[in-house]
């Protein structure tokens, strides 16, 4: 790929899970929204990329049986220098978990996570883009952090990132919404005391569905619960729901879809 294809720096490019049941996580995902898989890089272990038509939406990988980790899905944002990006959430008070290191000829990843303790990746695509193929149902359509409070948080996204970010009130007191090159390509909202309290500060994808009842109550029948139940918001009709190994993620249907 060019270098023009690249995602700006800090924009959500891809979104990946790791599991211990790969096969029946596949299974799961490919009934609830239609994705086909194809093996991709395997320096982590076992890994699929999920297609929808053809085109690449995200990846699924398999935990090492010793490994006793958090099953969740993970936000990658883009980077043109993946080696600095770790350094400077590393000064900036974050901490880099894996990496960085290739991902075959793919790209080069970061695992790591801000001041808070939320998860998240970084990304230096080389062949490997990010999701392919956008706004269209079984797609990862935003990207959320939900944190105790933005403040913190904020300054240390915006130095590590270059966000622009502008208050958001209309959705939470506090809450803020970053910008790159003037679009909105994340939202970060401060809960306080509202985060569970087995989860603490993460990031959250929001998959896109043509009806959130139905899928929502697909879930349930494919062995996943329903975390919250379908309701009206602002940016269109959502529900939180868990797959069976308990990655939580949210459906939308968007208002304008």
């Excluded at 995602?7 to 490019?13: K, L, Q």
């Excluded at 000829?105 to 193929?133: K, L, N, Y």
């Excluded at 909105?184 to 043509?210: I, K, N, S, Y």
């Amino acid at each position: 790929m060019s270098e023009a294809t690249r995602r700006t720096p800090g924009t959500p490019c891809w979104v990946s899970l790791m599991v211990h049941g790969l096969d029946a996580t596949q299974e799961f995902y490919n009934a609830l929204f239609g994705w086909e898989f194809v093996p991709g890089p395997q320096q982590l272990g076992p890994y699929v990329r999920a297609l929808l038509d053809g085109r690449e939406v995200a990846g699924i990988g398999q935990l090492p049986p010793d490994r006793h980790l958090p099953v969740a899905w993970t936000t990658y944002l883009a980077s043109d220098d993946a080696d600095e990006t770790a350094e400077s959430i590393r000064c900036c008070g974050g901490t880099v978990a894996v990496g960085p290191l290739d991902a075959g000829e793919a790209g080069r990843m970061v695992i790591c996570s801000d001041p808070a303790g939320a998860v998240f990746g970084v990304w230096q695509a080389e062949r490997h883009t990010g999701t392919a193929t956008a706004g269209r149902p079984g797609t990862p359509v935003w990207n959320e952090l939900l944190t105790y409070e933005t403040s913190t948080v904020g300054k240390f996204y915006r130095t590590v990132f270059g966000y622009d970010a502008e208050p958001n009130v209309a959705d939470n007191p506090d809450s803020l919404t970053l910008r790159r090159d003037g679009r909105p390509v994340a939202a970060v909202h401060g809960l306080h005391g509202g985060l569970p309290r087995d989860r603490g500060a993460h990031w959250m994808t929001h998959f896109e569905v043509t009806d959130t009842d139905a899928a929502a109550a697909l879930v349930t029948e494919l062995g996943g619960r329903v975390l919250r139940a379908p309701e009206d918001g602002p940016a269109g009709r959502l529900a939180q729901v868990a797959d069976p190994e308990g990655a939580v993620f949210t459906l939308i249907r968007p208002a304008d879809g």
